[in-house]
C-alpha cells in the first residue's frame, strides 16, 4: 500500500499514485478474489547489487533531498540531470518496485503462478550506476536474472513508448536474453533503439528493436507486433516471457506520441497469453493517469481471461470522479496522422526484423547445472533482514563492518587474544580469529 504514497515532486510527470488507482480499480471489479495476492518483501540492497554497482546502491540508500547536490558531485553523477530527483523515500518506494519484480520471477519459477503481475515494476532505463529517465532501479534486470537461475531462455518485450535502453544494455552481449522494443525513434528520449542495433558477441542477433513513428494505430501496431512476436516465439523458444506494458504508449498520454487504444494495448497481453509461456506483466510509463489505471486494470482481466465478461461502465471505487464524464473503462483513438503508413515505412521496419531472426539458426542451449536454493551471503548468514539477526538483535559493530566490507569487497580477520573463546576458531598460535 505504501507505493502509491510517494511523489518525485511538485509538477513532474510520473506519479507513482496511479499504482493506487489501479490496484483500487481492480478491487473494484472484484478480480483480486480471483488471483492469488502476493504480498512480497522490500529488496534489500544485497540484493539490488545482482546488478547495479554496489557505490550507487549505497548512495540511494542514505541520499536525501538535502544532500543530493553533495552527493551527486553537482549533478554528475548517479542522478544525473532533472527527470531524477532525489525525491524523499527514493530507496523505499526502488526496493518496493524491485521487490515486487523479484518475487513475481520467483513465483513464477517455483511454479506457483503461471502469470505474474507487479504494475509498481518496469522502470527500464535505470543503469547499471546511475538513474535515468524517471527510473532508479532496474527492476526488469533483476527479475530476468531471476529467471535465469531456472530458466535457459527468457524473452523481454518492451511496449513502452520510450526504448527499453537499460534492459538492452544489460543483456546486449548474451543469447540467454532476447530483448525486443517496440518504441518511438527520432529526435524523443533515449534516443536510442535503431535497428542496427542487433547485439554484440555472443548476443548478436538477440536484440530486436522496432522503431515506430508518430501516431500509429491499433492496427498497424497489431501488423508488425504480432508477426514479429510470432517469429520469436518459433525460432528462440523462450522459457519464460516478461511484458512491459508502458502506458505512455496510448493516445493522449502526456508524452506519449502513438495513437493506441485500451484494447490494442492490451491485446499484446491477449497475443501472448495464447502462447501458455509463464509470463511476467510489469508496468512502466504513462503519464495521463486515469488511461493508465484504465487500461492496467483491463490488462489485469485480461491475464484472468475475463475481459469479455467485465462491465465497460466503471464500478463506484474510490477515484470514481477522476474518470469523468464517460466513467467507463476506454481510451479511445484521437485524430492524429499515422506517418508510419503513411511513408510505407512500418513495412521496411518489418521486413528488417524478420530478417535478423531469421538469421538464428536455432534456439541456443544451456548446459545442465545446479540452481542454488540460496545465495552465499545467507548461506553464510551475511544477510539480515531489516538489521535483524535471527534473535531480533545484531551487533552494531558486526553490521557496520559487514556493510563496509560489503561495499568495499574485501574479506577482513578479525583477531583477538582471548585464547579462551569457544566460538571461534583458534589458530596455530592459540589464538582465535573470526570471519565477517
Known amino acids: 500500500a505504501d507505493v502509491g504514497a510517494f511523489t518525485y515532486g511538485l509538477g513532474h510527470p510520473m506519479k507513482p499514485h496511479r499504482i493506487r488507482i489501479t490496484h483500487d480499480l481492480v478491487s473494484a471489479y472484484g478480480m483480486l478474489g480471483k488471483m492469488q495476492v502476493l504480498r512480497p518483501k522490500r529488496a534489500t540492497p544485497e540484493s539490488m547489487t545482482a546488478f547495479h554497482t554496489d557505490e550507487y546502491i549505497h548512495f540511494l540508500n542514505r541520499v536525501v533531498p538535502e544532500t543530493a547536490e553533495e552527493l551527486t558531485f553537482h549533478g554528475t553523477r548517479f542522478l544525473v540531470g532533472e527527470d531524477n530527483p532525489a525525491f524523499e523515500g527514493v530507496f523505499e518506494f526502488c526496493s518496493i518496485s524491485a521487490g515486487g519484480s523479484i518475487a513475481a520471477a520467483q513465483s513464477i519459477s517455483s511454479g506457483a503462478s503461471d502469470i505474474a503481475i507487479n504494475w509498481a515494476g518496469g522502470l527500464h532505463h535505470a543503469k547499471k550506476r546511475e538513474a535515468s529517465g524517471f527510473c532508479y532501479i532496474n527492476d526488469i534486470v533483476l527479475g530476468i536474472l531471476e529467471l535465469l537461475r531456472s530458466y535457459p531462455r527468457v524473452l523481454y518485450i518492451d511496449i513502452d513508448c520510450h526504448h527499453g535502453d537499460g534492459v538492452e544494455e544489460a543483456f546486449y552481449t548474451t543469447d540467454r536474453v532476447m530483448t525486443c522494443s517496440f518504441h518511438k525513434f527520432g529526435e524523443y528520449f533515449p534516443g536510442t533503439g535503431t535497428q542496427e542495433d542487433k547485439g554484440k558477441d555472443k548476443g548478436r542477433n538477440y536484440t530486436i528493436n ?85 487500461t492496467w486494470t483491463y490488462e489485469t482481466a485480461c491475464a484472468l481471461g475475463i475481459e469479455k465478461e467485465i462491465d465497460p461502465n466503471l464500478p463506484w471505487n474510490e477515484y470514481f470522479e477522476w474518470f469523468g464524464p464517460r466513467y467507463r473503462l476506454e481510451v479511445p483513438e484521437n485524430n492524429m496522422d499515422d506517418l508510419n503508413v503513411k511513408d510505407g515505412s512500418l513495412d521496411k521496419v518489418r ?34 533482514d531489516a538489521g535483524r539477526d535471527e534473535d531480533g538483535v545484531m551487533d552494531d559493530l558486526d553490521r557496520r563492518l559487514t556493510r563496509t566490507l560489503h561495499l568495499r569487497g574485501k574479506v577482513l580477520w578479525l583477531t583477538c587474544h582471548c585464547r579462551a573463546c569457544t566460538l571461534c576458531v583458534q589458530d596455530a598460535r592459540g589464538r582465535c580469529i573470526r570471519s565477517v
Request: net charge neutral; charged share 20%.
Open 210 to 294: 522496432v522503431p515506430l513513428k508518430d501516431g500509429i494505430t491499433d492496427e498497424a501496431f497489431k501488423s508488425v507486433f504480432e508477426p514479429v512476436v510470432s517469429k520469436i516465439m518459433d525460432v528462440y523458444r523462450p522459457s519464460a516471457v516478461a511484458l512491459q506494458c508502458g502506458a505512455d504508449s496510448l493516445a493522449g498520454d502526456k508524452l506519449g506520441c502513438f495513437n493506441i487504444t485500451m484494447h490494442g494495448h492490451a491485446s499484446c497481453v491477449q497475443f501472448l497469453r495464447q502462447f501458455n509461456v509463464p509470463l511476467i506483466l510489469l508496468g512502466g510509463g504513462g503519464y495521463t493517469v486515469k488511461n493508465v489505471a484504465r
Open 351 to 384: 521486413y528488417n526484423a524478420l530478417q535478423q531472426l531469421s538469421e538464428i539458426p536455432c534456439a541456443p542451449s544451456v548446459g545442465m547445472h545446479d540452481v542454488p536454493r540460496e545465495s552465499v551471503g545467507k548461506h553464510l548468514g551475511l544477510e539480515v
